[in-house]
């Protein structure tokens, strides 16, 4: 059986690597030149341009949410030839979807370790941007093996790519912010998609956003979580919501409140998330926060004099509205480093438009802000490092730990 991958973003190219992985012929195509694929014995790619016959002459097709409203492909999307509806899963599967702006890995991993500890089985994937391996390996994951319970990541961005790709018995929405507006166009218009994504469905909601009122028209049935009343392992009353809209997944599907408590207080922190880092005199809290939401909830938690972010890539606008935010706060010192792309002459001028008044610093790498941290924390008893890139911020957190550990 061969398959034709088209488009060949983060999600494109997790669905080359998980079909060929799974045995499949491939042909892959994208309009970009500049993408590292290279043909072999099974897998055929055009760059540059799309070859229509060779995708027809296909078994079946991937279509990259990314072109999903693309005028050129939506013959594929009503000619019965996409993967979801060929290769389907062997036994019907309860299929629980999360989503959301934050908290969405989270939220899943939470939920996993509930329903992995009523001695579930629980397939779990989804949004390849999260970490995951992608939405083709979960389809093709669920025909290979039986599952009780296929548990999905959905990135606000592929709604209706997922809503088309998946049956959702229960959705999981965590919250809504300001991320991805240049895909949106505006706040307004990620409801809509939202709303429309959770029509008919089952939905788990934050009581917490007034916003999603507006959401439950036409939904099937609805439930609201706030907040946990105990204590994790985790930084953040946000963690605590995340925690709370797991325990109402659980509590849906009817597992009994202490096992849903046993697995949350266990849950420790994931890679590149919000974590603490206790020094003698101070504490460092350090972890992705990629949007103007994300970061707000952290500087709500605690007065942060000394605030570190790394930048977003070239052409994400929304994602410069983090140093809008930060230039509010009384912090003495914000630090900048190149987190997914140097765009840092880019947040300097923000600051310097907002009229911020404490010191600004350029740094050039992750031993650059291990090193400036640390300093840092000497003087002042706490330090926030976030922003984008989740590599250098996990890289910057074992360097710390290791730091810390080293004294």
Known sequence: MKVAVIGLGVEGLNAVKSLLGHGYAVYASDVNHDIELKSTRNLDVDLGFHDFDKIESCDAVV??????????????????????????????????????????????????????????????????????????????????????????????????????EFNFDLVVVTNTGRDHLEVHQSLENYLKSLKNFLKGKKVVLNQKNESFRQLTEGTEEVHFFTKIPYEL??????????????????????????????????????????????????????????????????????????????????????????FKEVSKTNSKIIAIFPGLDDTLDDAQNILEKERYQGEVFKLSNVDDVVEFALKCSEKYPNVFIGGNGQRKIIEITKSLKDAVSAE
């Open 233 to 322: 392992n985790l930084f953040g009353d946000f963690n605590r919501e995340n925690a709370a809209a797991a325990a109402k997944t659980g509590e849906i599907l009817g597992i009994p409140d202490e096992t849903i408590e046993t697995s949350l207080k266990k849950f420790d922190v994931l890679p590149g998330r919000s974590t603490i880092i206790n020094l003698p005199h101070s504490k460092i809290v350090v972890g992705k926060t990629d949007n103007a939401d994300a970061t707000v909830a952290v500087l709500e938690e605690a007065e942060f004099p000394v605030i570190i972010l790394g930048t977003p890539r070239k052409g994400e606008i929304c994602r410069l509205e983090i």
């Open 63 to 164: 279509l990259s949410p990314g072109l999903w409203h693309h005028p050129h492909f939506q013959k594929f999307k009503t000619s019965k030839k996409l993967l979801s509806e060929i290769v389907t899963p062997k036994t019907p599967l309860f299929t629980i979807g999360v989503t959301g702006t934050n908290g969405k890995t989270t939220t899943t991993m939470m939920i996993l370790s509930i329903l992995q500890k009523a001695g579930m089985k629980v397939l779990t994937g989804g949004n390849a941007g999260g970490g995951f391996s992608g939405y083709t390996e979960v389809i093709l994951e669920s025909a290979s093996s039986d599952y009780d319970i296929r548990l999905i990541e959905v990135c606000d961005m592929t709604l209706d790519f997922c809503k088309h």
